[in-house]
DNA sequence: GTTCATTTGTACGTATGTATA
DNA sequence: GTATACATACGTACAAATGAA
């Protein structure tokens, strides 16, 4: 197979949806061995150079792992969809978050009652700055998912910056008051869409949510912020990767 | 400034530390313009091949931009926040799992259909070692979590030896082949409860199940076993802390 | 256990294309 | 329109890790 000469797109960019799409079909399964660097640049024609940089492509895809001297090796068949989170550091959580668009809806001062208190922790009566919205994929009018923030009184001024910085609240927080967050607690639950939630997300009344709720604690471990973010469960998978330190 | 001989760096590692460093001093400020590349490669005596590999790799941890025509932009004052997974070894992954027994219905080999090979990754046609059993928390005979674990046919010995030894079946191939596993991928979904499933567990048939999937592989890349367990959802949560490296 | 061919990683040089200011 | 700066793409060479002989 050789490339399209009369393609427009970048050579090495031919190559990565070539390579792409032979991964996808399995002509190299997943865990088998790509072709080396060498034998594909004589096999598309183009030099090492931008063999290189079609891997260096499908390897911040995820599709393919290089290592020296053993070759490069197909990891997943498919890039994982939009709405798969990769986690191997925060940072993929403000990446993810700076593809979708954010809507809010409600920006207002509660009290936290018994319930709400016990769920997010603190103390019942204590105030918080309750941020609700939804999240879209570009062109896309189906939100993606349902996100409600509490932020602590303390960091209230954040409020009038959401939505228009695309940049994770708890940057804003750190940016605006120079307070360092140091930890966040993720817990993951699942459970059937509640009424409320099924009419805003536009789901069956059956639907299964998924539920991914982090808590954002200052050096001192003081919460300064909970995120309750909601996904339809039939488009949203967590994923994260562990490896051994060397 | 220079770079610095006797370092043992590659070069373009230590492009990458210093001008990391001068953002991080504010040297270049956020919004600034960072040297063009042909600056940079005279400034450290280095190609301009080498000041790319330092840029992309800046590009990468998201602290700057670039821009065909434009430069290159300061986005972030300092590295993305590097937050850690609190789970310290692989091992603390299962450690729930001492406390609650394990008994295993059936272990076979198999032939992975397309499916099936497209799940857990692999060729159609290729042999796993399929265990499926349930686990018990004590004293409570409605089961917790029904796993299903598929081992590589190069480590099937383990076999004999799960539901024996009360160690994860990763720690019993590492122990009989002393092949290292070096890297963990965790997955989560969840979705309805499949009937099979509804049953083994004695759930309702409008359950919802939460599917934690773990992917291990040896240091070539290569998956050694696939462990599914589905929990029910009412009974089961998921928490992590990611606490910031200091 | 050592050697050796293979394969990716690093690093240099050069040239041209294309978006930006 | 022109100069600038990054993007793409060719070439070469050697280093380092891997894995098999």
Wanted: glycine content about 6%; proline content about 4%.
């Amino acid at each position: 197979m050789r490339l399209n000469p009369p393609s427009f797109k970048p050579l090495y960019q031919q190559v990565v949806d070539a390579l792409r799409d032979e991964i996808l079909r399995g002509k190299y399964p997943v865990g088998g061995q790509l072709p080396t660097e060498g034998e594909l640049s004589e096999r598309f024609s183009v030099s090492r150079h931008t063999v290189r940089e079609a891997l260096r492509n499908l390897r911040s895809d995820g599709l393919v792992s290089s290592r020296q001297g053993a070759g490069t090796t197909v990891a997943r068949p498919s890039a994982p969809s939009t709405y798969v989170q990769e986690i191997e550091s925060i940072n993929d959580l403000i990446q993810y978050a700076a593809s979708i668009r954010y809507k809010v809806d409600r920006s207002e001062v509660i009290a936290a009652d018994a319930a709400l208190a016990a769920s997010i922790g603190g103390i019942s009566g204590q105030k918080w700055l309750r941020i609700e919205g939804l999240r879209y994929e570009d062109n896309n009018n189906k939100p993606v998912c349902r996100t409600v923030v509490y932020v602590h009184t303390d960091f209230a001024g954040v409020g009038r910056l959401v939505g228009r910085r695309n940049s994770a609240i708890y940057e804003l927080i750190e940016d605006l008051y120079g307070e360092k967050i140091a930890e966040v607690e993720q817990v993951i639950n699942a459970y059937r869409v509640p009424e409320v939630v099924a009419a805003e997300l536009a789901l069956e009344p059956d639907a299964v949510i998924v539920e991914v709720r982090r808590t954002y604690r200052t050096v001192a471990r003081k919460i300064a912020e909970v995120a309750v973010n909601q996904y339809p469960a039939d488009r949203f998978s967590l994923a994260m990767k562990l490896r051994r330190r060397t």
